[in-house]
Structure formats: structure tokens, C-alpha cells
């Protein structure tokens, strides 16, 4: 009887929200469709798309592409005097 009483109360309490929470999204809906119809908004979102278009063509003409060749290097890149790496010649043998 006690579960009963609890799904009919989630029930009742479902529908009920259900049909205000339907009432509120068609007001935030309506109002969200007059405000990116007024002539402000559009001409801020034109604005806006202009400004990252020109950005992006601007980004575009700067950046230069990279090629690698097989061992990893980009063609035309001078190879280091020094990699970094000591070698230590073995017991016996003359250094370098």
C-alpha cells in the first residue's frame, strides 16, 4: 500500500511539473526567438562573424606547413653540431 502511495505521488508531481515546466520553455523559447530576431543582435552576429572570418584568413595565411622527410627532419633544416650524447670510449681504447 505504501509503494503505491509514493508512485501515485510521483505521478501526480511529474504531471504537474511536467506542464509547468512546458509553460516556462515555451516563454524562455519565445523570448530567446524575439531577441536573435532584433536588429541589434543580428548586427553583432554579423559583426562577430566577420571578425573570426577575418582572423581565420589571417591565421591561415601565417602558419606555413611542416614536411618531414622519412627520418623525421624537415628538408632544409641544418642538423645539430651537437646531439646531446657523450660517448665514453671503452676500457683500453684511445679517446676521441
Known amino acids: 500500500m505504501g509503494m503505491l502511495k509514493l508512485a501515485a505521488g510521483v505521478a501526480v508531481g511529474y504531471v504537474?511539473?511536467?506542464r509547468a515546466g512546458r509553460e516556462q520553455y515555451e516563454k524562455i523559447a519565445s523570448t530567446a526567438?524575439?531577441?536573435s530576431a532584433h536588429p541589434t543582435v543580428v548586427q553583432a552576429q554579423e559583426k562577430a562573424k566577420a571578425v573570426i572570418s577575418d582572423r581565420a584568413a589571417t591565421t591561415r595565411a601565417e602558419?606555413?606547413?611542416v614536411v618531414?622527410?622519412?627520418n623525421g627532419v624537415s628538408p632544409?633544416?641544418?642538423r645539430p653540431q651537437h646531439t646531446g650524447v657523450t660517448t665514453?670510449?671503452?676500457p683500453g681504447e684511445p679517446p676521441l
Open 16 to 18: 504537474l511539473g511536467s
Open 33 to 35: 526567438r524575439r531577441l
Open 63 to 65: 602558419t606555413t606547413p
Open 68 to 70: 618531414t622527410t622519412a
Open 76 to 78: 632544409g633544416t641544418p
Open 88 to 90: 665514453v670510449p671503452a
